[in-house]
T-cell receptor, first 113, second 113 residues
Framework: DVKVTQSSRYLVKRTGEKVFLECVQD?????MFWYRQDPGLGLRLIYF???????EKGDIPEGYSVSREKKERFSLILESASTNQTSMYLC????????????FGPGTRLTVL | GENVEQHPSTLSVQEGDSAVIKCTYS??????FPWYKQELGKGPQLIID?????GEKKDQRIAVTLNKTAKHFSLHITETQPEDSAVYFC????????????FGSGTQLTVLP
């Protein structure tokens, strides 16, 4: 079974703090993704990575950065958290090639006060 | 970029009845259309997908239809059961550096016993 884990289920941070969200997959997947999920807006792609140290902006990258130093780990960084970044953050991975199924982690509920 | 609209946002059906969720997409280059189910407290999970060279696909009680000309696709669930209660997301995808998904806003399906 594919397993995608996220470092925290719930996180509370203060405005201006630097926040790290970690995602790890155990299936040697090529591609990894970060989404945020907000009511009525569905899932919106923040960034994705198609190889180690390779990344591309998604639809809403402003205020976020990412890091992929190892194939199994993809980090989302909020350089200076703001209240409008309060959301559910979901990480996903796919093997790449002809397999398109995205496997999601359980999500991190981030609250910025 | 791609825009995916999903309707309805909430849907209640009696156990045993059918449920239909509809999505439209804007980018004629999109060629892959998955449906994800998200249960409470979990990440989304793929339940069925369809590619643009196919008009319909079925897997037991669920089916997806695609009309490329009209740019819309639908999820059909027959003989609904209480465990079908969840949030369902449609998505449309094009292929770049990796398969990027644009999600609809989600449908909360409630199956009443």
């Amino acid at each position: 079974d594919v397993k995608v884990t996220q470092s925290s289920r719930y996180l509370v941070k203060r405005t201006g703090e630097k926040v790290f969200l970690e995602c790890v997959q155990d299936m040697d997947h090529e591609n990894m993704f970060w989404y945020r999920q907000d009511p009525g807006l569905g899932l919106r792609l923040i960034y994705f990575s198609y190889d180690v140290k390779m990344k591309e902006k998604g639809d809403i990258p402003e205020g976020y950065s990412v890091s992929r130093e190892k194939k199994e780990r993809f980090s989302l960084i909020l350089e200076s958290a703001s209240t409008n970044q309060t959301s559910m953050y979901l990480c996903a991975s796919t093997p790449g090639g002809s397999t398109d199924t995205q496997y999601f982690g359980p999500g991190t509920r981030l609250t910025v006060l | 970029g791609e825009n995916v609209e999903q309707h309805p946002s909430t849907l209640s059906v009696q156990e045993g009845d059918s449920a239909v969720i509809k999505c439209t997409y804007s980018d004629s280059a999109s060629n892959y259309f998955p449906w994800y189910k998200q249960e409470l407290g979990k990440g989304p999970q793929l339940i069925i997908d369809i590619r643009s060279n196919v008009g319909e696909k079925k897997d037991q009680r669920i089916a997806v239809t695609l009309n490329k000309t009209a740019k819309h696709f639908s999820l059909h669930i027959t003989e609904t059961q209480p465990e079908d209660s969840a949030v369902y997301f449609c998505a449309a995808s094009r292929y770049g550096s990796a398969r990027q998904l644009t999600f609809g806003s989600g449908t909360q399906l409630t199956v009443l016993p």
